[in-house]
Nanobody, 128 residues
């Protein structure tokens, strides 16, 4: 059984930083495209960032490009999301996702339905 466990969320002031982690078990981590999404109550799940299996290619939403960095440590079965210059509008539950479904090309990595496995989410609140 594949499990994704996120950690690292919390309360941070505007302009601050947080680093989220997502540890995967039950699957060969290096065979998985990894991604982060976020969701506010009442809104659709929003793409944040994605990483290819090797980490050699990364993809970002326009709203996070230049502030967030996705990375991965295949030896530790863990993906990371470094979030800098945080803004109140970054407040959301952040979800880790893994494994692209067959037929989805990199151009479609921004779609939540492209991913097979999901974590339980971690709350990030940006507030003064």
């Amino acid at each position: 059984q594949v499990q994704l466990v996120e950690s690292g969320g919390g309360l941070v002031r505007p302009g601050g930083s947080l680093r989220l982690s997502c540890t995967v078990s039950g699957s060969t981590f290096s065979s998985n495209t990894m991604a982060w999404f976020r969701q506010d109550p009442g809104k659709e799940r929003e793409f944040v960032a994605a990483s290819s299996r090797t980490g050699g290619s990364t993809y970002y939403a326009d709203s996070t490009k230049g502030r967030f960095t996705i990375s991965r440590d295949n030896a530790k079965n863990t993906a990371f999301l470094q979030m800098n210059s945080l803004k109140p509008e970054d407040t959301a539950i952040y979800y880790c996702a893994a494994r692209i479904r067959p037929g989805y090309t990199p151009a479609l990595y921004t779609i939540a339905n492209a991913y097979v496995y999901w974590g339980q989410g971690t709350q990030v609140t940006v507030s003064s």
